[in-house]
């Protein structure tokens, strides 16, 4: 299951977690990035929920770690 961020305060919520237990607001859930940001266009990028590696450096996305695991 994706996790979830806090549009306000930035904490990142796992599993069921639907609002933030500091704020109350909605989660929103976190856009998949690479799984090893190790260059600025790596921390930068966004990518489709769909795709699987970092177009710049070649790891897995966030959302295809998960799905392994
Ligand atoms: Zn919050
Ligand atoms: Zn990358």
């Known amino acids: 299951m994706a996790n979830k961020i806090c ?8 599993g ?3 609002f933030c237990s500091q704020c ?11 799984s ?3 260059t600025q266009l790596c ?9 699987i590696f ?5 790891a897995l996305t966030t ?3 998960e799905r392994q695991m």
């Open 16 to 18: 069921l977690a639907r």
């Open 43 to 51: 921390r930068d990028a966004v990518f489709d929920e769909e795709d």
């Open 54 to 58: 970092c177009r710049y450096c070649g």
């Open 24 to 34: 109350g607001i909605e989660l929103k859930k976190e856009p998949n990035k690479c």
């Open 63 to 65: 959302f295809a770690k």
């Open 36 to 38: 090893s940001p190790s």
């Open 7 to 14: 549009p306000s305060c930035g904490r990142v919520f796992k």
